[in-house]
C-alpha cells in the first residue's frame, strides 16, 4: 500500500511538472506566432505628389492615404497618369489598352480594382511599359485603403488608393486635363503591439528562461523522492529478510541471568519476538524494526544494513546475467535432442 501512495505522488509531481513545462513552451510559440502575425500587418504609405493644370495655374496635392502592395518595390517613381481605354476601367484582359502621350516613356497606369486579382492587374500594366500602377478600390469603398497581396512582377511600383480619390483623378482625365503624378515612399506603418513587440520578447523570453529553470528545479526536486521511496522500499524488504525467533524459557536470553533489548533495556521474556541482525545481535522486534527504518544500523555495533542489501542486490544481479549462459551439463540443447 505505501509503495503503491508512493507511486501516485511521484507521478502526480512530475505530471504536474510536465504540465508546466508545455505551459512555458506554449507560451513561446505563441508569442512566436503573436509576433509573426503582427509582423504581416506591417506597411508602408505611399505618398502622391499630384500636379496638373487648370487654366494657367498649377494645382499642387499632396495624398498621403496610398498604401504600398506587399510585393512592390520602395522606391520613387514619376509619370503621367494614364487609365486604360474602354468602359471597364481595369487590366484583366491581355488586350487591355492605355491611351499615353506620345514620346512619353515614364507614366502611371490608373485602373480600378475589379474583376481579376490584383497579381494579373499588375502583371498586364508592367508588360505593357508602365513604371507604376495605381489601383483605386471598389465604388462605394469610401476612403478605404489596404496592402494589396500581389504576386507580380517586382520592378513595378505599384499602390492602392481609396475609391474616392481615384474617382477625383480619373474625372481630371476624362476632362483632358493632364495628372502628373508622383509616387514616394512614406512611413512604415505597424500596429501599436509590433511597435513594443521587441520589448514583449525581451520579457516573455526571459519569463519563459525563469518557467524552464523553475521546472527543472522541481524535476531535480522531484526525482529525490523516488530515491527516498525506493531506498524505503529496500530497507522493508531487507528488514523482512532478518531472522525472527520466539524466544523459549530455555533459552540463554531469557531468564534471571539472561539479556535485555539494546533498544528498550527490558529483559527478554519467554513467547518474545526477537529479531536477529546479520551482526548475530538480537533485539525485540517491536523495538528493533522501527529503529532500522529510521537509523538502518545495529544500536550495539553499528551494522550498516543498507550496505549489504546492496552487496546482496548486486551479487543477485551478477548471478542472474551469468546463470542463463550457462546450461547444465545433463540437459542437451534442442537441436542436440533432433539429431
Partial sequence: MLSHIGLLRITDSRHFITIKIASCWKLAFSLTLLFMLSQADTFWIANLNISFLVGNQTVWEIVEHGVFAKASPLKKVSGILVPP???????????????????????????????????????????????????????????TVFPMVNFGPEGIVAVMISNLKGMDLLHLIRNGIQVLVTIEVGNHYYPWLTHYMGTIFVFSSLAVAYCTCYCATKLRRARNPIQRWQ?????????????????????????????????????????????????????????????????????????????????????????????????????????????
Fill in 231 to 339: 531506498q524505503e522500499l529496500d530497507i522493508h524488504k531487507a528488514i523482512d529478510h532478518l531472522e525472527l525467533r520466539t524466544l523459549k524459557a530455555d533459552d540463554k536470553e531469557v531468564g534471571s541471568n539472561g539479556e535485555s533489548c539494546a533498544v528498550c533495556l527490558e529483559m527478554y521474556k519467554p513467547k518474545d519476538i526477537a529479531r536477529i541482525l546479520h551482526c548475530r545481535h538480537l533485539f525485540h522486534k517491536a523495538c528493533i524494526d522501527p529503529w532500522l527504518l529510521n537509523h538502518q544500523t545495529c544500536p550495539v555495533c553499528k551494522w550498516d544494513m543498507l550496505r549489504t542489501v546492496e552487496s546482496v542486490t548486486t551479487e543477485a544481479e551478477w548471478l542472474g546475467a551469468q546463470i542463463p549462459n550457462e546450461a547444465p551439463s545433463g540437459i542437451s540443447s534442442p537441436k542436440e535432442q533432433e539429431t
Fill in 85 to 143: 481605354e474602354g468602359i471597364h476601367q481595369n487590366a484583366c484582359s491581355s488586350g487591355t489598352r492605355f491611351n499615353r502621350p506620345v514620346n512619353m516613356n515614364n507614366w502611371v497606369a490608373l485602373i480600378m480594382r475589379g474583376q481579376c486579382s490584383f497579381t494579373k492587374q499588375i502583371s498586364m500594366t508592367a508588360r505593357t511599359g508602365a513604371v507604376g500602377v495605381i489601383i483605386y478600390n471598389f465604388p462605394g469603398t469610401g476612403n
